[in-house]
């Protein structure tokens, strides 16, 4: 699988640590709002694979019609940025919310 196997192997194993610390927490604190964070993770996760469609399409046209690899990853990179911005705010990304004040504007900029 190449380099595609070790960030597969990757995620794999942040993921298993990630609900084994869940796990630990639950059973120091009581309780750590499971469904909550069950609801927003499916959010994200809807938001994401709506992103890589798009990002996947964006890629497939930038091979049909033989555009620089540079334009191609540009134009995936922005529309798939689009893409997640736009569902995550739909579906009530509660993280989204910090993303406007987390952008340099050029009020703010010396």
């Given at each position: 699988?190449g ?15 990630v609900l084994?610390l869940?796990l ?20 994200v ?9 798009v ?6 046209w ?7 690899a ?8 922005v529309?798939?940025?689009l893409v997640?911005?736009?569902?995550g ?15 340099p ?6």
């Open positions: 699988m380099h595609g196997g070790l960030a597969l192997a990757n995620s794999l194993a942040v993921s298993a640590e084994t869940l630990i927490l639950r059973r120091r604190w009581g309780e750590v709002e499971g469904r909550q964070m069950l609801s927003a993770t499916f959010r996760i809807v938001a994401t694979v709506l992103m890589g469609v990002v996947t399409a964006v890629v497939a930038g091979q049909r019609t033989s555009a620089s540079l334009w191609t990853v540009a134009a995936g990179g529309v798939g940025t997640y911005v736009s569902a705010s739909l579906l009530g990304v509660r993280a989204l919310r910090w993303l406007p004040d987390a952008l504007t050029w009020s703010r900029l010396p």
